[in-house]
């Protein structure tokens, strides 16, 4: 295999690309934290209720965050489409995968709320704390719920993103956390003649802001001159075996490489639940921050998957090589900056999701406290690594490579970060600090396993199209 690693070509090379790549990506990475900010507003709000309150929710997120990777991962291959039919300039193509899609992200919404509604007898079976079980399942009903309009917001925002009109997703989970939050407080704490629900009152307001997200997201591109030719003539007759099949193909594997990263920290929130009440709210805070920071590398991914998609369209592949490392680099600067706030601020920050001042709860809280911190240690490493693995996912999302990389990231997270995690946590002294090591591990092997493919397969491009 012969390619350029970043060293040899001046750097210049990848740093004059940053601009429009931030340019593109920031609309992405705040739209990313809306969904975020959902998970964090809930945690920090109901966190307040308790230690318990948060463990519950922890575990009813972990079986939604399964289903949500399912659908966000399938979602993404309509964008590497899009923005291949918009290098073509085919509006007949760009719509055929708009209308596809959205039937799609929609049966698959539904779909998934159905599997976790029907799977949710398990929870009884996972060695979890009997009364954070018990809190946890009407909580988990409601957000499973939820996924049906954030599937289908996703078949919307994937078109808009794969047309490099990136702002529409931004707005919509701008105004969803609005209301999530003006819901959260009056539905948590039953103000202003609301009813007080407690934690309920934060999965109420996750379904009623979602549902308004699609509303939105529908008549914005409705309503926008440039889309309109996107929405007409949409028929379900006209929906066809050979664009679905397409769709699947890449979606499929899409889905399943997310699934498999969340399935791992999944996994590790079930170890630290094994492990005790603590170990789980202290995993749940960390991941929390953990997955804020990843974001805006996540952001960063989508947006180089629009322009190698594009790219790919225009058939400039050595343009194409340039924009992925440009991404690469940007992602290791922006997560190296997060690792050090997390470093200067890992005794901080677990305060903010708990009431230190409670004096009931003060052992349990101090406690959690003290894990929390070590984990943050942590996670200021390995998510280095996480921005590495989902730029590269991205870009090679962007050539529509998914298969071999859907086997690349299994290998990664459930052949060597999962055992790890086990061996650690549940044999040694290291508990909750030992599931965490394991997930660096398999963040670690992700990222230099999907880094050598990207580069193998885009110099590939660059030698056959001389």
């Known amino acids: 295999m012969e390619f350029l690693p970043l060293p040899a070509m001046k750097l210049s090379i990848y740093t004059r690309e940053f601009k429009e790549n931030i340019k593109l990506a920031y609309p992405i990475v705040l739209g990313m934290l809306g969904h975020t900010l959902v998970a964090i507003v809930d945690n920090i709000m109901v ?14 997120n972990s ?52 599997i976790i509604y029907l799977a949710k007898p398990l929870i009884v079976y996972m060695g979890q704390p009997k009364e954070v079980v018990e809190l946890a399942k009407p909580f988990l009903d409601l957000v499973a719920f939820s996924l049906i309009p954030l599937i289908i917001f996703q078949g919307y925002k994937q078109f808009a993103d794969g047309k490099s009109a990136t702002k529409y997703g931004m707005w919509a989970n701008l105004l969803c956390n609005v209301i999530h ?40 591109l409705k309503n926008k001159k440039k889309f309109k030719p996107y929405f007409e003539g949409f028929s379900l007759s006209a929906i066809g075996k050979t664009m679905t099949q397409k769709i699947i193909s890449l979606g499929l594997p899409s889905a399943m490489q997310m699934f498999f990263e969340v399935a791992l920290f999944t996994g590790a929130i079930w170890l630290c639940g094994n492990i005790g009440t603590t170990s789980q709210a202290a995993n749940q805070i960390a991941l929390t921050l953990a997955t804020f920071t990843f974001m805006f590398v996540s952001g960063l991914g989508v947006a180089g998957m629009i322009r190698v998609g594009n790219q790919k369209g225009i058939q400039d592949y050595r343009k194409l090589q340039i924009i992925a490392r440009s991404i690469f680099l940007l992602a290791i600067l ?91 946590g549940k044999y040694t002294s290291l508990k909750a600090i030992g599931v965490w090591i394991g997930l660096l591990a398999g963040l670690v092997a992700a990222a230099l396993f999907l880094y050598i493919r990207f580069e193998k397969l885009s110099t590939i491009m660059i030698k056959n199209n001389k």
């Open 47 to 60: 966190g307040k209720l308790g230690a318990i309150e948060l463990a519950a929710v922890s575990l009813a």
């Open 181 to 220: 939050l003006f819901l959260n407080i009056v539905l948590i704490n039953g103000i202003w003649g609301f009813p007080k629900l407690g934690m309920l009152g934060a999965a109420v307001g996750t379904v009623l802001s979602r549902i308004v997200m699609v509303i939105y997201i529908h008549f914005a």
């Open 334 to 424: 922006v997560q190296g900056f997060f690792a050090l706030v997390f470093v200067a601020t890992h005794q901080f920050l677990p305060e903010l999701f708990l009431n230190a001042d409670d004096a009931l709860k003060f052992k349990d809280n101090t406690e959690v406290i003290l894990i929390a911190s070590h984990l943050i240690l942590i996670a200021a490493v390995f998510q280095i690594f996480d921005g590495i693995q989902v730029t590269v996912l991205g870009a090679l999302r962007g050539i529509q490579d998914v298969k071999i990389p859907m086997y690349l990231t299994f290998v990664a997270y459930w052949i060597i970060g999962f055992p790890i995690s086990i061996y650690l």
């Open 63 to 114: 079986f939604v965050f399964i289903g949500m990777s399912l659908g966000i991962g399938f979602s993404t291959a309509l964008t590497p489409l899009i923005a291949e039919a918009d290098g073509e300039n085919s509006i007949v193509k760009g719509r055929s995968v708009f209308h596809h899609g959205l039937v799609l992200c929609t049966i698959l919404g539904l779909t998934l709320f159905g």
